[in-house]
T-cell receptor
Framework: GENVEQHPSTLSVQEGDSAVIKCTYS??????FPWYKQELGKRPQLIID?????GEKKDQRIAVTLNKTAKHFSLHITETQPEDSAVYFC???????????FGQGTTLQVKP | DTEVTQTPKHLVMGMTNKKSLKCEQH?????MYWYKQKAKKPPELMFV???????INESVPSRFSPECPNSSLLNLHLHALQPEDSALYLC????????????????FGPGTRLTVL
């Protein structure tokens, strides 16, 4: 069935360093790849997404890259800050009103 | 209004109780979702409604009963739950675009933290 694998499961970085989280999806028909940030006790918050017709997208300190051939996509956070500490989920989807297939999550800790 | 709201924020219920969770959005989205989330795990899809009709049921036990009274409201009726049903219940909504370039951008509500005793 459809599957999204996410690595690493935990990531600890020093403030100011970069963090990279990687996901691999199985369904080549997937066309939408969002990233959600979830702080403890709060809702998943969409932080960036990428569509299958784009290879890279950037929003300030956050960027996402997509390699459709390899079925990989990655989240890059530069100049990390303590408030970036959270659980990050990648997901993949095709079409509308269907399933978001989530990765298992990455707990990011940014040490001051 | 660009938010999905959920009530109540917290709910404690016994295994014999009947309760309901409520979700509301005023973004004109025609797809709404219920998810269950355990701590540090990804959200698990339970149900999808599109145009107020149930389109996906992920083999959820019948003690969970969804209802979509109109395009802005989504309810989840709970009856005879088990302690293992304790979790964060998230509602989400998304646009429905029947065009070829449609994308499933989902917006989540804050969730209801459910505890079953």
């Amino acid at each position: 069935g459809e599957n999204v694998e996410q690595h690493p499961s935990t990531l600890s970085v020093q403030e100011g360093d970069s963090a990279v989280i990687k996901c691999t999806y199985s369904d080549s028909a997937s066309n939408y790849f969002p990233w959600y940030k979830q702080e403890l006790g709060k809702r998943p918050q969409l932080i960036i997404d990428i569509r299958s017709n784009v290879g890279e997208k950037k929003d300030q300190r956050i960027a996402v890259t997509l390699n459709k051939t390899a079925k990989h996509f990655s989240l890059h956070i530069t100049e990390t800050q303590p408030e970036d500490s959270a659980v990050y989920f990648c997901a993949a989807s095709k079409g509308w009103a269907g399933k978001l297939i989530f990765g298992q999550g990455t707990t990011l800790q940014v040490k001051p | 209004d660009t938010e999905v709201t959920q009530t109540p924020k917290h709910l404690v219920m016994g295994m014999t109780n009947k309760k309901s969770l409520k979700c509301e959005q005023h973004m004109g989205h025609r797809a709404m979702y219920w998810y269950k989330q355990k701590a540090k795990k990804p959200p698990e899809l339970m149900f999808v409604y599109s145009y107020e009709k149930l389109s996906i049921n992920e083999s959820v036990p019948s003690r969970f009963s969804p209802e979509c009274p109109n395009s802005s409201l989504l309810n989840l009726h709970l009856h005879a739950l088990q302690p293992e049903d304790s979790a964060l219940y998230l509602c989400a909504s998304s646009q429905v675009d029947l065009g070829m370039s449609s994308y499933n951008e989902q917006f989540f509500g804050p969730g209801t933290r459910l505890t079953v005793l």
